[in-house]
């Protein structure tokens, strides 16, 4: 069991390491708070740590060559991040910026790489892997099949809670709408036609699904 009050015990990636390892990482890892809009780290630098977020929100993102920002995920904590450039030795892949402000710990690649020696955590990192390319394959999926509609109807429906349907937004809208691939003009229309057609209420930061069957219409 994870040691209760130890930053890495509610870290998927780390949660089924022994108390021994988790305090290992609390001893060789510094705390860092960072404002909103803080570029972390920038695609092509060197992936020289592993960065845990304790509170916030971070975006991956890259940039075209035309400048145009393509947001590849948003991860609210308790989340880990950066594992893949610390496996292979290559470059930062994306850049990673705070959307919220954000408390990160900084765990040094030779410490990661030393955890490793753990099978729980050789397991959790393959996991962790094989979910980041499930996402992006999905990601692709629906950038080319979906409409904007689609895909928020999708994202609304990932998140819904199960029993009253509510959804917490946690970002503005034109974060969300660069979060789809789509413009904040476009996702105002989907949302403004959803509350049309009585398949969901906007409340400020929340939405309420009000029919789940309506929506998964549009999510194809």
């Known amino acids: 069991m994870a040691e209760s009050g130890n930053p890495f015990s509610g870290i998927p990636l780390f949660a089924k390491l022994p108390v021994t390892a988790l305090a290992e990482l609390a001893a060789n890892s510094q705390t860092r708070a960072y404002p909103a809009g803080q570029v972390l780290w920038t695609e092509g630098d060197p992936g020289t740590s592993l960065l845990v977020l304790e509170s916030g929100q971070v975006r991956v993102t890259r940039f075209a060559g035309s400048g145009q920002e393509v947001v590849l995920a948003v991860l ?111 996702l105002n229309r989907a949302l403004r036609r959803f509350a049309e057609l009585g398949l969901l209420h906007l409340d400020s930061d929340t939405v309420n699904v009000l029919d789940p069957a309506g929506l998964r219409s549009h999510a194809g």
């Open 76 to 186: 609210t904590a308790p989340a880990a991040l950066g594992e893949m450039a610390l496996i292979d030795g290559e470059p930062r892949s994306a850049t990673v910026i705070a959307q919220r402000p954000v408390t990160v710990r900084v765990v040094p690649r030779q410490v990661f790489l030393g955890l490793l020696r753990e099978p729980a955590a050789v397991q959790a990192v393959l996991k962790s892997l094989a979910g980041m390319i499930r996402s992006s394959n999905e990601r692709y999926a629906d950038a080319i099949g979906l409409d904007v509609p689609g895909r928020l109807a999708k994202w609304l429906l990932a998140r819904a809670d199960g029993e009253t349907g509510e959804v917490r937004l946690g970002r503005t809208q034109a974060e969300l709408a660069a979060e789809l691939g789509a413009t904040r003009e476009s």
